[in-house]
């Protein structure tokens, strides 16, 4: 059952993001008339509100979420916890390519996370979203040039980034299977920022 769900849902993911991504450009010469709209579009919600589950990766198939404690409590005491699932809200993503993620999973705890064999990557502006991951979690101890180089990824400035002078010891995830419960996106507000600085 959860197999054919799975399925269900990547085909209207797909399908949904080919619809979008055919229909949002326009030729400036077109004989179509367009009404300019203020209204700001969001890809993601449908035309009741709700908000369809973003998948990335492989399929999640693990049921049983693991606690913030047990993850917490079985790192100290093994070097890997394998094939888990884990829930939270995206703290940051990497803004030049979605490649990596901070993901809060307790009050004052957060996981880097990665993407298995660099095979997947999620949305520039999913930061806020909350996501559940398979995958497996670790702890290691990342270098001074690693931090910088994800400083300089996440946009930080050059005194930020300098500012980074000692490795430091965290919580790392690489993730097999993402899904964004309630992603939409801000791509085109995203675009005016940009635009506008």
């Not at 949002?24 to 008339?33: D, G, K, L, M, V």
């Not at 203020?38 to 999640?60: A, C, L, Q, R, T």
């Not at 404690?69 to 093994?78: A, F, I, M, S």
């Not at 996501?131 to 001074?144: D, F, H, I, P, R």
């Amino acid at each position: 059952m959860y197999k054919n769900l799975s399925v269900i849902l990547m085909s209207c993911a797909f399908g949904a993001f080919a619809l979008v991504g055919c229909n949002s450009e326009t030729e400036a010469n077109s004989e179509t008339p367009t009404i300019e709209s203020k209204k700001k579009k969001s890809v993601g919600i449908d035309v009741y509100g709700n908000v369809p589950p973003s998948i990335f990766g492989e399929e999640v198939s693990v049921e049983e979420v693991t606690s913030v404690e047990d993850l917490l409590v079985g790192l100290e005491t093994n070097d890997t916890l394998r094939d888990i699932l884990i829930g939270g809200k995206i703290a940051s993503v990497c803004k030049k390519k979605g490649c990596w993620m901070n993901v809060q999973v307790g009050e004052e705890k957060e996981v880097f996370v990665k993407f298995k064999d660099y095979a997947f990557f999620v949305p520039l502006d999913a930061d806020g979203s909350n996501a559940v991951l398979q995958g497996n979690a670790y702890k290691e101890t990342v270098s001074v040039e690693e931090l910088q180089h994800y400083a300089e990824d996440d946009g930080q400035s050059t005194e930020e980034i300098a500012a980074i002078t000692e490795s430091e010891t965290k919580y790392l995830f690489m993730a097999s299977g993402v899904i964004l419960t309630d992603y939409v996106s801000h791509k085109e507000d995203m675009e005016e920022v940009t635009s506008a600085e």
